[in-house]
């Protein structure tokens, strides 16, 4: 999606709930599948919103990669190992914001000490 474009739908899309990455359900989806590379982003705007999150077997540090997951209009995504899902909670539910990677919860879930 172009800049413009992006920037009409957030203001069309002002004062509505975000939408975050839910990093639970992805870590959950990740160590279920056994996932060997993950990646994150927002819904028809991968070229600027996504990037890896997981590879061989451990999270990609955050310094080593770009996201940025919460919208007021666009789906936060998870795409495990080349197949694309919606993933995402409202914020209200969770706190996340866009800035929000791998929060401690999840990689508990990625580790196996925390009920999946």
């Known amino acids: 999606m172009d800049t413009m474009s992006a920037f009409r739908m957030g203001q069309l899309n002002k004062g509505n709930p975000l939408r975050v990455?839910?990093?639970?359900?992805?870590?959950?989806?990740i160590r279920e599948r056994q996932a060997s590379t993950a990646s994150a982003g927002l819904a028809d705007d991968w070229d600027w919103t996504g990037g890896r999150i997981?590879?061989?077997?451990?999270?990609?540090?955050?310094?080593?990669?770009?996201?940025y997951l919460a919208s007021t209009w666009a789906i936060p995504?998870?795409?495990?190992?080349?197949?694309v899902m919606e993933c995402w909670v409202w914020q209200g539910e969770t706190g996340w914001t866009a800035e929000t990677y791998w929060p401690d919860e999840a990689l508990a879930v990625l580790r196996g000490e925390a009920a999946s």
Do not use: N, Q, R
Not at 21 to 29: M, N, Q, V
Not at 77 to 83: I, T, W
């Open 21 to 29: 990455f839910d990093w639970i359900t992805a870590a959950k989806l």
């Open 54 to 67: 997981y590879i061989d077997g451990a999270p990609v540090p955050a310094e080593d990669t770009y996201t």
């Open 77 to 83: 995504e998870l795409m495990l190992d080349y197949e």
